[in-house]
């Protein structure tokens, strides 16, 4: 409960600082804001501080800064000329619409460093921890390789046909140039080295990359402190690894056909694949509640950072990649853009994202993802 309360709340924070990076840099370049809101739709609450009014809507799937001249059509006050995001630099614009994004990448980073400073990286080893059992082949059961060999817990693999292995790296590319067929494995079992024979299973690679063999075994983890230049690296590699899984994630979603079933939802065909599914906050503070340990959950926190900011860099308008990629288009070209052409995508933009949004709200609520 505590867990759900916390990632709602730091959900909100997320979208806030987001729209925080927008207004501070705003007012950083001389623009001017006139509004700041958490949600979308009808008014829960607001209140005016200076030139700005602050506030929360009904629908919470995102947020907004107002600045004056950033919509094309608006029409500008005399008082505010000199301070509309249309009559600044391209530097400026581009610090303005890109600075939420880069605000969510920081926090997003600053969460998979403090996991990785705090928590250690877990390495596999080449001491076996587990042994599978049986495996079943062509609808019959047969001992796994690893069985047949007579590998036990708590020997430690030396080599894999021709190659010596001193990490579960070189053991998994031992098995992909073996793949399928009779090998010779060689184990430190209590001091004593020992050659065991074997069949593995060639099977397809988990990468989808061509193929490799199956031995049937898990190996024993140990966690590695980690020092501030690796915390680092792994950090970024995280915020890498949340952008292209973002990616993917986005195009299995508007597929034609997942699309088609995600119309579906809204006359109670609910059974929707939890890898092609949106989800809505609802669903995040549902996923965070279901973690076992703190860092899993930060993880999680970290990602949604990751997600808001790669959807916003999209460059689609009128996403924050949107107003970028229209202001290089007129810096490039020197000419102004046309906005208005434009409208149609915008409109089919937020079209789409509402009805994700809907779907995501929808399936949160009457089928709530189940790790």
């Known amino acids: 409960m505590l867990g759900g309360i916390a990632a709602a709340v730091a959900i909100v924070l997320f979208v806030t600082a987001h729209e925080a990076g927008h207004f501070l840099a705003a007012k950083a370049v001389g ?86 400073l705090t928590q250690g990286i877990a390495v596999p080893t080449t001491e076996v921890d587990d042994v599978v059992a049986t495996v079943e082949i062509e609808r019959a059961e047969q001992p796994s390789p690893a069985a047949l060999a007579g590998l036990e817990s708590g020997d430690v693999i030396l080599g894999v046909g021709d190659s010596t292995v001193n990490s579960w790296d070189d053991v998994i590319a031992a098995l992909r140039d073996e793949g399928g067929g009779p090998t010779t494995l060689v184990v430190d079992r209590d001091g004593e080295v020992l050659m065991l024979e074997t069949d593995l299973i060639q099977q397809p690679a988990s990468d989808g990359q061509g193929t490799t063999g199956f031995l049937g075994v898990t190996s024993v983890v140990v966690v590695e402190e980690v020092g501030v230049g690796q915390g680092i690296g792994l950090a970024a590699q995280g915020v890498w690894k949340g952008i292209e899984g973002t990616f993917v994630s986005i195009g299995e979603m508007v597929r034609p056909s997942n699309v ?103 399936l949160d609520v009457v089928n709530p993802i189940s790790l």
Do not use: C
């Open 31 to 116: 623009m001017k804001a006139t509004q700041f809101f958490f949600g979308f739709g009808p008014k829960i609450w607001s209140t005016q501080r200076g030139e700005t009014e602050y506030g929360f809507k009904w629908l919470p799937l995102g947020g907004y800064v107002r600045i004056v001249g950033m919509n094309p059509l608006e029409e500008v006050s005399p008082q505010d000329l000199g301070r509309t995001y249309r009559e600044k630099k391209f530097w400026e614009k581009s610090f303005v619409v890109l600075a939420g994004v880069g605000t969510n990448f920081l926090i997003a980073f600053v969460l998979f460093l403090g996991i990785a």
């Open 260 to 362: 088609i079933q995600y119309f579906g939802v809204f006359v109670g065909d609910t059974d929707v694949d939890q890898n092609i599914r949106p989800v809505s906050p609802i669903g995040i503070v549902n996923i965070t509640t279901q973690m076992e340990s703190v860092a899993a959950f930060v993880g999680i926190l970290a990602l949604v950072n990751v997600i808001l900011a790669t959807l916003n860099l999209l460059p689609l308008f009128p996403l924050d990649g949107g107003h970028f990629a229209v202001a290089l288009y007129e810096k490039l070209t020197h000419r102004e853009a046309n906005i208005e052409k434009l409208m149609p995508v915008a409109a089919a933009v937020v079209i789409l994202f509402v009805f994700l949004g809907l779907v995501g709200i929808i």
